[in-house]
């Protein structure tokens, strides 16, 4: 009989995903750390302006959808106002939100400076390291 051990070995795709799967599993290097901090920081900063330009764009538009839904549906008349009454509610409605929406960019822009700066140095320090 034959004394050799058994042996198999697995195909490149499985072989992906065994590395895959121990790489969750292992402690990252120094280096591979540095650049997911890195990364990590660099995304931090857009995606706080992502959010903050995403919650005032989303209320103005619903304010403004508000306002357009009284000037143009029944809906005042469902709340006992005349037709004047409800273009007018609807204008006054409808122009905060216009201007909510129009701020969402500016907003956006201006936090991302903002987190840009505050994260800066440690963003060239961990990059100076990472270059060396």
């Known amino acids: 009989m034959n004394d050799t051990p058994f042996r198999y070995t697995y195909s490149a795709k499985e072989q ?12 990252p290097e120094e280096q591979g750390s540095k650049m997911e901090q890195l990364r ?8 706080k302006a992502s959010v903050a330009a995403l919650i005032i764009g989303i209320l103005g538009a619903l304010i403004l959808g508000s306002g357009m839904s ?7 008349e469902l709340l006992a106002l005349g037709e004047p009454a409800a273009m007018l509610l609807g204008i006054g409605l409808g122009l905060p939100g216009i201007l909510l929406v129009s701020l969402a960019y500016p907003l956006y ?24």
Do not use: F, H
Request: net charge positive.
């Open 40 to 47: 990590r920081l660099d995304a931090s900063a857009s995606q």
């Open 16 to 27: 992906d995903e065994i590395k895959a799967i121990r790489k969750k599993y292992t402690v």
């Open 109 to 132: 822009n201006r936090v991302l400076k903002r987190e840009r700066e505050r994260i800066a140095p440690e963003i060239i320090r961990l990059s100076d390291e990472l270059m060396k």
């Open 70 to 76: 009284l000037i143009m549906t029944e809906i005042g």
